[in-house]
């Protein structure tokens, strides 16, 4: 199946941007659902945002909106975060996932997962 590998992480100062990447292999990746989930030290592993195979259709966590867009490039078979305004409680591990059929904010419902990328925001 597809394999995922995240790029872009770092450390910012708050109200600062990131860019985060994902690159995906094989040739499934166009026609399946994408998201970004990240987890932080000692928290469950919570949703992002999510996009259809067609880039029309997006779904946001409503800690993220108005800060993050997400995207994807299906010939550079390539899924972006762009997150912006960035605060300290954004600091975690971010990790992108396929969904098989549908945009949802449950991670039972996403079957392949990179390794993460770490975003620290300091104040």
């Known amino acids: 199946q597809v394999q995922l590998v995240e790029s872009g992480g770092g450390s910012v100062q708050a109200g600062g941007s990131l860019r985060l990447s994902c690159a995906a292999s094989?040739?499934?990746?166009?026609?399946?659902?994408m998201g970004w989930f990240r987890q932080a030290p000692g928290k469950e592993r919570e949703f992002v945002a999510a996009?259809?195979?067609?880039?029309?259709?997006?779904y946001y966590a409503d800690s993220v909106k108005g800060r993050f867009t997400i995207s994807r490039d299906n010939v550079k078979n390539t899924l972006y975060l762009q997150m912006n305004s960035l605060k300290p409680e954004d600091t975690a591990v971010y990790y992108c996932?396929?969904?098989?059929?549908?945009?949802?904010?449950?991670?039972?419902?996403?079957?392949?997962w990179g390794q993460g990328t770490q975003v620290t925001v300091s104040s």
């Open positions: 996932a396929r969904n098989l059929r549908r945009v949802t904010n449950s991670p039972t419902d996403y079957d392949s």
């Open positions: 094989g040739r499934t990746f166009s026609t399946t659902v």
């Open positions: 996009i259809s195979w067609s880039g029309s259709n997006t």
